[in-house]
């Protein structure tokens, strides 16, 4: 994607931050990332269009943001609308900042790529899975835009969102480089609120349904990012769960937080036969207390965080601080943080190799969760089992 960048910098001098120019052609996702935005920004970021032109202009819509940041502008103003959606239980919201973070930023000229963001990182692993759309004549386009488009699937499934929305996200059929105007094949048009992209029918779709699917369940099929906050993905609809239904199949729904209850499978409770069993000795709810249940050792980008059991809670298997009712459900968001961890290494270039291996080891971290469950469960019932004789004496 191009601008002109005298004609944009003249444009912002005389607009207000409602009208300013370039980048619109995805207006729908432009507007519905300001809504999310503006409930809480503490950074006075203008309009999230500033963050799609180049540092110069993005700098006078983002004065809060140092100058050494800039190029991390979109990912900022995507990462607080998150947080912000997120904290309203808001999937639509959330889904809304994950497109907005993967949409290609301009460039002065046909197959220039975009500088990526290396100063700043993401405080939602989400955000800081998903990678920007390059330039479709660039080298980094022609490589990557295909993979960005499924890794954002599999971000929006994880966050109970419709995956095949990520090919919105998509940009316009490659320029002819060395074109004089620098305007490859784009339009922008703010006043078309679902976005010229879209209404002009310009939009190339990266991936197919199938494909998007198939990325999404070996990805382990949606998630629930939401596990941190009240309510823990209550909002999570029945229809969302319905547009996830092919993905919930993988894995028997154990992706999901325990919470929807819609889900079916994700009330299976492997863990819950012993949470009444707290006073059934105080030695046997220690050691399972003190157990580590994630045993996939797999280590690209770091190890999957700790889950642990803590007998006689209502959510009783925690992963960094988020708590969740089942184990599997507990396993299964331990792989994800891993997977983001190792996303961000490879992007970040601390991983050499790139992001397959990443999903590679996600799959295999995925296909561990049932039996790691079962086995805690299967130690839990034994170590209460000999609590309650041990009580006896």
């Known amino acids: 994607m191009k601008f002109n960048a005298p004609a944009a910098f003249l444009a912002l001098a005389g607009l207000v931050a409602a009208e300013v120019p370039q980048e619109h052609c995805h207006e729908a996702v432009i507007r519905a990332v300001k809504i999310e935005l503006e409930k809480n920004n503490p950074l006075a970021i203008a309009d999230p269009v500033f963050a799609l032109l180049g540092n110069a202009a993005a700098a006078e819509g983002a004065p809060n943001v140092a100058a050494a940041d800039l190029d991390c502008l979109q990912q900022?103003?995507?990462?607080?609308?998150?947080?912000?959606?997120?904290?309203?239980?808001?999937?639509?919201?959330?889904?809304?900042a994950l497109l907005y973070a993967a949409l290609e930023r301009n460039t002065l000229s046909v197959g220039e790529a975009s500088k990526l963001c290396t100063t700043v990182t993401a405080t939602n692993p989400e955000i800081a899975a998903i990678t920007r759309i390059q330039d479709p004549a660039s080298a980094e386009g022609?490589?990557?835009?295909?993979?960005?488009?499924?890794?954002?699937?599999?971000?929006?499934?994880?966050?109970?969102?419709?995956?095949?929305?990520?090919?919105?996200?998509?940009?316009?059929?490659?320029?002819?480089?060395?074109?004089?105007?620098?305007?490859?094949?784009?339009?922008?048009?703010?006043?078309?609120?679902?976005?010229?992209?879209?209404?002009?029918?310009?939009?190339?779709?990266?991936?197919?349904?199938?494909?998007?699917?198939?990325?999404?369940?070996?990805?382990?099929?949606?998630?629930?990012?939401?596990?941190?906050?009240?309510?823990?993905?209550?909002?999570?609809?029945?229809?969302?769960?319905?547009?996830n239904k092919n993905n919930n199949a993988n894995n028997g729904g154990a992706a999901a937080d325990g919470c929807n209850a819609a889900g079916g499978n994700n009330n299976n409770n492997a863990g819950n036969n012993n949470n009444n069993n707290a006073g059934a000795g105080a030695g046997a709810g220690g050691a399972a207390n003190a157990a580590n249940i994630q045993a996939f050792t797999g280590a690209l980008g770091?190890?999957?965080?700790?889950?642990?059991?803590?007998?006689?809670?209502?959510?009783?298997?925690?992963?960094?601080?988020?708590?969740?009712?089942?184990?599997?459900?507990?396993?299964?968001?331990?792989?994800?943080?891993?997977?983001?961890?190792?996303?961000?290494?490879?992007?970040?270039?601390?991983?050499?190799g790139g992001t397959a291996q990443c999903q590679q080891q996600q799959t295999e971290c995925l296909a561990q969760v049932a039996t790691s469950a079962a086995a805690a469960s299967k130690a839990r019932r034994a170590a209460v089992t000999s609590g309650r004789r041990s009580s006896r004496f």
Not at 76 to 96: L, R, W, Y
Not at 321 to 340: E, H, K, V, W
């Open 76 to 96: 900022i103003t995507a990462d607080q609308a998150f947080s912000n959606a997120k904290a309203e239980g808001s999937v639509d919201g959330q889904v809304t």
């Open 142 to 243: 022609k490589a990557g835009n295909k993979q960005a488009i499924l890794d954002l699937a599999v971000q929006i499934a994880k966050v109970g969102g419709d995956p095949l929305k990520a090919t919105e996200a998509g940009t316009f059929a490659p320029g002819q480089i060395g074109d004089p105007t620098a305007a490859g094949n784009t339009c922008n048009d703010a006043d078309d609120a679902v976005g010229c992209i879209i209404s002009q029918n310009l939009l190339v779709v990266e991936a197919t349904d199938a494909e998007i699917q198939a990325a999404v369940a070996a990805a382990g099929g949606a998630g629930n990012a939401n596990a941190g906050k009240k309510n823990n993905g209550n909002k999570n609809s029945a229809k969302d769960n319905k547009k």
């Open 302 to 352: 770091g190890a999957a965080p700790a889950v642990t059991f803590e007998a006689g809670s209502a959510r009783p298997f925690t992963v960094n601080g988020n708590t969740f009712t089942t184990a599997q459900a507990a396993l299964t968001r331990s792989c994800d943080i891993q997977n983001n961890q190792c996303f961000n290494a490879a992007n970040g270039g601390q991983l050499a």
